[in-house]
Each structure stands twice: as structure tokens, then as C-alpha cells.
């Protein structure tokens, strides 16, 4: 019977791995150059949140909804994972942000870094951030929205808590009611993307006044609620789903190796990241409307991830 277990148990891991490789083939490899860096102590993850509409199919719009669909490729959502031993802290880098671009020899917003219309990507982006703001880069991540979804169904759902009931026509969101709110694939993305984000209080509409600022608040809150869920599975199986809810959308930096992906995964698990912020003030210029940033007063956070 012992022999018996061995074999079956032996059988089952190399087919794990064999599925876990499969899936880790599937996922776009880009090549970054001499861009990525180190941070003194740790890891800095870049995870690239992607507005592409290359995997949105007729079953769904990935909350692409009312006026703000996208037309092209941009960089919706950045945000900085530091891990360091057992503690992780995260900083979200604002669309908005106004900065000198890396190759351009001007300033835009830093989203602009990543605009295939203005000849950017990947790499640009990545030097941007070290150039602009002196955060090094270890490793790269980008998920398109469409998987995005799809991660968050692979999960079972993704709980959210909600003050009060809150909606945006333009994302798609909707929450009836107030409370610890289990959101679906598709209702999650509606929820991070929310630029015009709404509560009903005391029977009155009112919308986060906050703007992006606001939404970056509550895309902390969403990879905080992540990790919970992560945190919360002990089966590799339920992370391999994961894994392949999401390859087709997923790229990384081709230095990235499988087990590299695994202990990133597995490294997130049971941490509660410490959200950093970078303070901002807001301006007007031949960008349109952008966030400037106030050095002095996000030296900290910046320090914490350098």
C-alpha cells in the first residue's frame, strides 16, 4: 500500500509540475535590455495593470463600458510591490503623475511612458520610474484586464468592504448595499478602474472628489484583499488555476524564471502589505490635467522601496 501511495504521490507532483510549466510557457516573455535594476534590500516587483483591448471577446467587455473605453494601449494601473524578508509595502504610482520621460526629453504623464501611440512600452516605462523617481525595478509583471477577471474568478471572488452602496456608469460597477461585498471577475475590474466613483449617502449621489487619488486608495485595498484570498489557499491546485485564469493576459520580464514566479506567489501569501503613498499637488498644463509631484513630502516612501 506504501508503494502503492509513493507511486501515485510521485505520479501527481510530476504532472503538477508538468501543468504548472505549460502554463508558465503560455505567458508572454518581453525583454527589457539592461533596464532592470536592484533595489539595497529586497525586491521591487512593477505590476502593470494594462487598458488593452486585445483579449476582450464578444462574451464580455472586461469592464470597458460608457465613454472611457480605451482606444489604444496604456498603462492604467502601476504599482510598486517592495518584499523584503516577511514584510511587503506597496506604492501606487498615479496615471497622472507628471514626470520627464525616459528617451523623450520632455515631461508628460508618466503613463504617456507607456503609450505605443507616442513610441513607448515596457522598457521606457521602467526607465522612467528609475529615472524619475530613483526606484529600481527587479522584476516586471502586466496583466490586460480581460485576465484580470479571470484571476479574480479563479479565486472564487474577491471581498471588498464597501461604507456604503457605490456605482460608476463609465466602469460598469455596481453595489446595492453596504457591507463586506463578494465581487465577481468582472465587477472587480469595474471596481479598480472606477474613476468616477460614487456613493449613495444619506440618499444623495456623491462622488469621490478625490479623483485618482481616490482610486488608487481603493486598488490597495483590492491587492490587500488578494493576498487574503492567497492567503487563505493551502491547495497548489487553486494557484495553478489562478495561474492559468490569467497567463494568456499575463507578461513578464524574460529573466523571470518559473520558480521565480512561484516564490513570488507563495511569498505574497499571509502578508498585509503596508500601502506608501506619494504626495501630490494638482495642476493643469498641456497634458490636461496632472498631479505634481512634492518631493520632499514622498522622500519616505520613496526611501522605503529604493
Known amino acids: ?32 535590455g539592461d ?9 521591487n516587483y512593477l505590476i502593470v495593470g494594462s487598458d488593452s483591448r486585445e483579449n476582450v471577446t464578444e462574451d464580455g467587455d ?18 510598486i510591490v517592495h518584499i523584503d524578508g516577511g514584510k511587503a509595502q506597496m506604492l501606487s504610482v498615479p496615471r497622472d503623475l507628471y514626470l520627464p520621460i525616459a528617451g523623450m526629453d520632455e515631461s508628460h504623464k508618466i503613463n504617456a511612458a507607456y503609450n505605443a501611440d507616442l513610441g513607448g512600452g515596457p522598457q521606457r ?13 527587479d522584476r516586471y509583471m502586466e496583466i490586460d484586464f480581460v485576465s484580470f477577471a479571470g484571476l479574480v474568478d479563479a479565486l472564487g471572488g474577491v471581498t471588498i468592504p464597501f461604507e456604503n452602496p457605490a456605482q460608476d456608469e463609465a466602469s ?19 471596481y479598480v478602474r472606477s474613476r468616477h466613483y460614487t456613493e449613495t449617502i444619506n ?19 483590492f491587492l490587500s484583499a488578494v493576498f487574503d484570498e492567497l492567503s487563505g489557499s493551502k ?11 490569467m497567463a494568456e493576459g499575463l507578461r513578464i520580464d524574460d529573466e523571470m524564471s518559473m ?16 500601502p506608501l503613498k506619494l504626495e501630490t499637488t494638482a495642476d493643469r498644463n498641456e497634458s490636461g490635467a496632472v498631479l505634481i509631484l512634492d518631493e520632499q513630502a514622498s522622500a519616505a516612501a520613496l526611501d522605503a522601496v529604493r
Do not use: C, H
Open 1 to 32: 500500500m506504501f508503494g502503492l501511495l509513493s507511486i501515485v504521490l510521485v505520479v501527481a507532483l510530476i504532472g503538477g509540475y508538468l501543468y504548472a510549466r505549460s502554463v508558465f510557457n503560455r505567458i508572454e516573455k518581453i525583454d527589457l
Open 35 to 43: 533596464s532592470l535594476t536592484s533595489a539595497e534590500s529586497g525586491t
Open 62 to 79: 472586461a469592464g470597458f463600458n460608457g465613454s472611457e473605453a480605451p482606444g489604444g494601449q496604456r498603462a492604467d494601473t502601476m504599482m
Open 125 to 137: 516605462l521602467v526607465d522612467t520610474i528609475t529615472q524619475s523617481l530613483g526606484v529600481p525595478i
Open 172 to 190: 460598469g460597477l455596481f453595489v446595492p448595499e453596504a457591507g463586506d461585498i463578494e465581487l465577481d471577475g468582472d465587477q472587480a475590474l469595474a
Open 203 to 221: 440618499g444623495e449621489l456623491v462622488e469621490d472628489a478625490r479623483g485618482d487619488l481616490g482610486r488608487i486608495l481603493r486598488q490597495q485595498t
Open 235 to 245: 491547495n497548489p491546485f487553486t494557484m495553478l488555476r489562478v495561474a492559468s485564469g
Open 259 to 274: 520558480f521565480d514566479a512561484m516564490r513570488l506567489v507563495w511569498g505574497l501569501r499571509g502578508l498585509e502589505p503596508e
